[in-house]
């Protein structure tokens, strides 16, 4: 056998019997100290919801209250959500609604016409910690708004946002998690996602006009059926792709904001007339 073959040989054999080693010591290791990377899902519960009676506003923003994310052992999970509908006849103003046990981890304060909503998600996750696991999620963290302004800024990523059943002048939504639309009626609409993995969803609505700035590279991942829109004004300035999906008497707008600009159009399924001016 040559001297280089061997050499190769060995090295191949080491390895193996490291790596054998190395599992067969692993199956006898107490792994409790793992479990910082699983996460146990406590529930608060919503059986006790209570009202907050909101000021006037044009605007509201929703945060978090900062704290150092470098030690942070808990998060929220994926079933916390804002909902937003808007003001019954049988009531004088807008309204926050929330389960009780959020009370003493939201603050409400005005900023001049800016109504701050921040969750103090630091202490919310110190109380509802659970010592076995180095990580939680809390779930059942949800806002139920009452409004008759939707002028929206939600900059907590695990929130997502969910509008349904409202009739409005205009919606304009800026989001960091999921953006749900659903059976709305509005003139005008303006949604932005903050995070590029997150996604924008109308379905079933009555709108006039939707404003999209596909420059926003988060805004690749929205889509739109079952809806009545008479025109989506669409503007960029690098070269775009989109699925147009068959809704009602939909005008496609194209506003590029230079020379290089250029939209590319799929469109799936069904017979599609296009009008170029």
Known sequence: MRL??????????????????????????????????????????????????LAFFKTIKIDEIPFDSKNANYGLSDKCNIFFSSVTEKQNSDMLFIPAVLKDFISINMSNDTLMVKLNLRDLGEKYRNEEYGLNAVSGVNLYFNISKLDIISNIQALSISMKNIETDSIKVTSNGEILIDSCKARFVDPYLIANYRSFKIANCDIKSIYIDLDFDNMYNWHIEKSNIEEQIITGSRSHYITQYRNK??????????????????????TTQIIIL
Request: glycine share 6%; proline share 4%.
């Open 249 to 270: 008497s939909v005008q496609v707008n194209w506003i590029p904001k230079n020379n290089k600009a250029e939209l590319n159009i799929k469109i799936p399924g069904d």
């Open 4 to 53: 280089t073959t061997k050499i190769i040989t060995g090295i191949i054999l080491s390895f193996f019997f490291i790596s054998l080693t190395f599992i067969i010591g692993f199956s006898f290791t107490d792994r409790k100290s793992n479990n910082c990377f699983n996460a146990t899902v406590i529930d608060l519960p919503q059986d006790n919801i209570t009202g907050i009676e």
